[in-house]
């Protein structure tokens, strides 16, 4: 997958929960994303970074907040977790120029009771 | 805004038979377009690209592509499906610059022996 990984892999949680999830890289590329995965929906972009410190809301951000510290870390936080974001969360890099594709992660599968 | 379609959830085929995923796009500017293939539990993985130049795109696996402006469509196809074929399959879009990219809601396509 790339050089990304992302961690953990599977959790279960409870409503009203923090919940950080963390992605990691490895080829040094300047934007990374998180996108969600639902039934039905396809794959819809949360937040995503074009650099250290720098981030920009997508389509579904309500709820989500993220850091980016680091080139190769970018974490996404639910501050309070809720029953609509259980789903699977993907993180993908790109190296920014607007002709080359994303490479995504393994994905992380988050259950919220 | 950009935008893609895939009009149908489900596609079957039968094993040796030509395929086709539909995917159509609504872009303001030229359009730079992908596909993607998701396996069970994993992540999405790149298959092919349009940026400019020959209609007809040729990716991973076998697969194959046609870009038709006049039709603002990015059809995938391949000349003869395997069963190690099935999966889910995603269209995305970006009109240039640094944009995220846009994806469809999916496509499943099943090849039955």
């Known amino acids: 997958d790339a050089g990304i990984t992302q961690s953990p892999r599977h959790k279960v949680t409870e409503t009203g929960t923090p919940v950080t999830l963390r992605c990691h890289q490895t080829?040094?590329?300047?934007?990374m994303y998180w996108y969600r995965q639902d039934p039905g929906h396809g794959l819809r972009l949360i937040h995503y970074?074009?650099?250290?410190?720098?981030?920009d809301k997508g389509e579904v951000s309500d709820g989500y907040s993220v850091s980016r510290s680091k080139t190769e870390d970018f974490l996404l936080t639910l501050e309070s977790a809720t029953s609509s974001q259980t789903s699977v969360y993907f993180c993908?890099?790109?190296?920014?120029?607007?002709?080359?594709?994303?490479?995504f992660g393994p994905g992380t599968r988050l259950t919220v009771l | 805004a950009q935008s893609v379609a895939q009009p149908e959830d489900q596609v079957n085929v039968a094993e040796g038979n030509p395929l086709t995923v539909k995917c159509t796009y609504s872009?303001?500017?030229?359009?730079?377009l992908f596909w993607y293939v998701q396996y069970p539990n994993r992540g999405l993985q790149f298959l092919l690209k349009?940026?400019?130049?020959?209609?007809l795109v040729k990716g991973s696996y076998g697969f194959e592509a046609e870009f038709n402006k006049s039709q603002t469509s990015f059809h995938l196809k391949k000349p003869s499906a395997l069963v190690s074929d099935s999966a889910l399959y995603f269209c995305?879009?970006?009109?240039?610059?640094?944009?995220?990219?846009?994806f469809g809601k999916g496509t499943r396509l099943s090849v039955i022996a």
């Open positions: 993908a890099i790109s190296d920014g120029e607007f002709y080359n594709e994303q490479f």
């Open positions: 080829e040094n590329h300047r934007y």
């Open positions: 970074s074009y650099g250290v410190k720098d981030t």
């Open positions: 872009v303001s500017g030229n359009p730079y």
């Open positions: 349009y940026i400019t130049g020959d209609n």
């Open positions: 995305a879009v970006r009109d240039g610059g640094n944009t995220p990219l846009v």
